[in-house]
Structures are given as structure tokens and as C-alpha cells.
């Protein structure tokens, strides 16, 4: 490759929308044949709406969403977002909360009215010994709340696709690309986004360390991978990626761990930035 043709390509690539950071990523990308997609932000929106609240024995719908939104209202989350806005919308008071911590790709937890309260995963509940039955749902997102050692029931938000998705799948599949996507939400979620898409294949309920050993785990079986993810969760897998692909709309810390950044921030960008590297390396042979 010769320097002259990658910086041409470097500058129609931010023409494009396609910032390269790392002009190495540009030729490895021509090489790729398995295209890694985070769901969350990447294929959908990132901007869920609650749409099902399902409070458990002794707790209110406004109970139930009051304590989720008080934890949420320090969570930098798209989830925790939509909680508070829906909380917001229904005129709900929402006391403070103190002692926040946030576990990434599980949820968070705080103080609130005296009481211990921890919003997220499954397994997250299951840490603070909180026992219940567990049941994905295919229409979203289903968020798990506990107050004092308690089940207070889940809140379901769902998140539509970008409109772009579907046809930037189908085009990585035209040249050659198996897309596989990885994702910390639940496999009902995921099955169905999967089908919808025609996904080669899904992987749910990762951590973003189950993300990165994925991910290793593909390079070893020989694929050369690309990543593209948007979130401080899809940091790790982005960095153990041949080419890491951040959306711009992500978060700064994916950006850092990526060679490549798309202004757009969908996967049409990431079509483009494959057809750049194409471009870009017939003109040096
Ligand atoms: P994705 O891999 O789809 O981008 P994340 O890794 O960000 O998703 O999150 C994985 C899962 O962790 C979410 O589907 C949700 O169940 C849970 N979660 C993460 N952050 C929060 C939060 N602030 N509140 C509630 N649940 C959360
Ligand atoms: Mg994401």
C-alpha cells in the first residue's frame, strides 16, 4: 500500500463521514470477513421508550417507576433515560438518591428513601440476593427492580431500529460479510432482532469482557474481525477487534478504543467505510 493512495483514501473517507484514525485500519478492513454488531445504539436507535410496567405484589405502577427513575436519574444510560423521561411524563416526584453506583452493562443502584435499590439485569438482583422468576420478553428490554432485598416488579422499554439497518446488513452480506451480533441484552431480544435481520448469527446477555473474549475467540478461529459498537460496553470488544468501528453518537471512551469513527453513526457508515477500503486498495495494486 502506498502512503499516497491511503492518505487520499484518509481524506475521501472523512468526505464520507468516515473519520479514519488509524490509516493501518483502512487496508485491514479489506481483509475482514466477519462484520461484529453491538445492538443497542448500533442497530436500534439507542433512544427506548417505556412501553410495559409490571409491578410486582405490594408495589404500584408509580412505586415502580418512581424508585427505578430516582436510581436512574444519575445512570448516563439510554435505559436509564427513558425511564426518567417516562417518570417525567407521568408527573412523578422523584425523591433523591444517594450512594450511586453503576455497574456497567447490569445497572445501577442506590439509596433512596432510606431504602436499598438496585435496577437492572437479572443477575444484578440476583447479587443483592433478591429471588424471582426471570422471563425475557421478545418486545424489549425488560429492567428488573429490588427495594430492600425485595422484587418490585420490571419495566419493559423498547428501542426501534435504525431505519438504515436493515439494508447496510443486507449489503455486508452482498460483499461477502457474515455479521454476527453481540449484545448484553436478553436472548429473546436478540432472537428476534436477529431474525428480522437475517443475522448470521447472535450472541445475548454478554458482559462487555464476554464481548472482548468473543471476539478474541473469532480472530483465533482465523476470522478477521471488525467491530462496531457505540458504547462504553462495546470498549473492550472494539480494542480486541482487527478494525474497531465506533459510531460518532457513541460514547468517548469507544471512540478512543476504535481506528475508525463514523460521523453518522449507523451502519451505513460502516458499509461506506468498506467499500472505501476496497476503493482504496484496488488503486494500489
Ligand atoms: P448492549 O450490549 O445492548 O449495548 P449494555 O451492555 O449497555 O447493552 O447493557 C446490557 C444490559 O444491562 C441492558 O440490556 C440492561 O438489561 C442492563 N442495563 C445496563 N445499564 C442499565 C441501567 N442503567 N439500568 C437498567 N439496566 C441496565
Ligand atoms: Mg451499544
Known amino acids: 500500500a502506498t502512503p499516497m493512495s491511503i492518505m487520499v483514501g484518509v481524506?475521501?473517507?472523512?468526505?464520507?463521514?468516515?473519520?479514519?484514525?488509524?490509516?493501518?485500519?483502512?487496508?485491514?478492513?479489506?481483509?475482514?470477513?466477519?462484520?461484529?454488531?453491538?445492538?443497542?445504539?448500533?442497530?436500534?436507535?439507542?433512544?427506548?421508550?417505556?412501553?410495559?410496567?409490571?409491578?410486582?405484589?405490594?408495589?404500584?405502577?408509580?412505586?415502580?417507576?418512581?424508585?427505578?427513575?430516582?436510581?436512574?436519574?444519575?445512570?448516563?444510560?439510554?435505559?436509564?433515560?427513558?425511564?426518567?423521561?417516562?417518570?417525567?411524563?407521568?408527573?412523578?416526584?422523584?425523591?433523591?438518591?444517594?450512594?450511586?453506583?453503576?455497574?456497567?452493562?447490569?445497572?445501577?443502584?442506590?439509596?433512596?428513601?432510606?431504602?436499598?435499590?438496585?435496577?437492572?439485569?437479572?443477575?444484578?438482583?440476583?447479587?443483592h440476593a433478591i429471588e424471582f422468576d426471570a422471563t425475557g420478553t421478545p418486545e424489549g428490554t425488560k429492567v428488573y427492580?429490588?427495594?430492600?432485598?425485595?422484587?418490585a416488579g420490571a419495566l419493559i422499554v423498547s428501542d426501534p431500529l435504525k431505519a438504515t439497518t436493515e439494508r447496510a446488513i443486507q449489503s455486508l452480506h452482498e460483499m461477502g460479510i457474515r455479521v454476527i451480533m453481540m449484545t448484553g441484552d436478553n436472548a429473546q431480544v436478540a432472537e428476534a432482532i436477529a431474525k428480522k435481520l437475517h443475522i448470521d448469527d447472535y450472541?445475548?446477555?454478554?458482559?462487555?469482557?464476554?464481548?472482548?473474549?468473543?471476539?478474541?475467540?473469532?480472530?483465533?478461529?482465523?476470522?478477521?474481525?471488525?467491530?462496531?459498537?457505540?458504547?462504553?460496553?462495546d470498549a473492550p470488544a472494539l480494542a480486541a477487534a482487527d478494525v474497531g468501528i465506533a459510531m460518532g453518537t457513541g460514547t468517548d471512551v469507544a471512540i478512543e478504543s476504535a481506528a475508525i469513527t463514523l460521523m453518522g453513526g449507523d451502519l451505513d457508515g460502516v458499509v461506506k467505510a468498506f467499500r472505501l477500503s476496497r476503493r482504496v486498495m484496488r488503486n494500489i495494486r
Open 11 to 127: 481524506g475521501r473517507g472523512a468526505q464520507a463521514g468516515v473519520l479514519v484514525k488509524e490509516a493501518a485500519g483502512l487496508e485491514t478492513l479489506q481483509q475482514v470477513d466477519t462484520v461484529v454488531v453491538d445492538k443497542t445504539g448500533t442497530l436500534t436507535e439507542g433512544k427506548p421508550k417505556l412501553t410495559q410496567l409490571e409491578p410486582a405484589e405490594g408495589f404500584s405502577e408509580d412505586d415502580l417507576l418512581k424508585y427505578a427513575a430516582a436510581v436512574e436519574q444519575n445512570s448516563e444510560h439510554p435505559i436509564g433515560r427513558s425511564i426518567v423521561q417516562a417518570a417525567v411524563e407521568r408527573k412523578l416526584a422523584l425523591p433523591d438518591a444517594t450512594d450511586f453506583d453503576s455497574t456497567t452493562g447490569q445497572g445501577v443502584q442506590a439509596v433512596v428513601e432510606g431504602k436499598q435499590v438496585v435496577c437492572g439485569k437479572p443477575s444484578l438482583l440476583k447479587d
Open 203 to 233: 450472541q445475548a446477555d454478554l458482559s462487555p469482557q464476554d464481548k472482548h473474549d468473543r471476539i478474541e475467540k473469532l480472530r483465533e478461529q482465523g476470522a478477521k474481525v471488525a467491530m462496531a459498537g457505540d458504547g462504553i460496553n
Open 145 to 151: 427492580l429490588g427495594v430492600e432485598g425485595k422484587y
